[in-house]
């Protein structure tokens, strides 16, 4: 499977960005999804999830909760992440992952359980 996100760019303060990740293979719901960033000089972090079954659930960093929100469109083999109210910190390269083992509620955060992964996309937060 194969990965290609997009959508990164220059955003202002309290702006908005919409990021997707296309896949190359048809993932189902048992696959979960997941966003992460890198910025400079930190490791690789969790920001949002949709775990297997989802039945709608999803799961959020709390430095992103409440700003931005992931979904994913199975028939486009796209997912996305909507992000609100941009602040300097979430500057950072940005990664979509997948993976073929189920990962149930919250797990889906913890990135080291991942098989596949996008190139990134470079978000860049600044007046």
């Known amino acids: 499977v194969q990965l290609q996100a997009s959508g990164g760019g220059l955003a202002q303060p309290g702006g908005s960005l919409t990021l997707s990740c296309s896949f190359s293979a048809s993932t189902a719901d048992h696959n979960p999804v997941g966003w992460f960033r890198q910025a400079p000089g930190k490791e690789r972090e969790s920001v949002a999830c949709?775990?297997?079954?989802?039945?709608?659930?999803?799961f959020y960093a709390s430095s992103v909760r409440g700003r931005f929100t992931i979904s994913r469109d199975n028939a486009k083999n796209t997912v996305y992440l909507q992000m609100n109210s941009l602040k300097p910190e979430d500057t950072a390269v940005y990664y979509c992952?997948?993976?073929?083992?189920?990962?149930?509620?919250?797990?889906?955060?913890?990135?080291?359980?991942?098989?596949?992964w996008g190139r990134g996309t470079l978000v860049t937060v600044s007046s």
């Open positions: 992952a997948t993976a073929q083992t189920p990962m149930y509620g919250e797990t889906c955060l913890t990135r080291h359980q991942y098989d596949y």
């Open positions: 949709i775990p297997s079954s989802s039945r709608g659930r999803t």
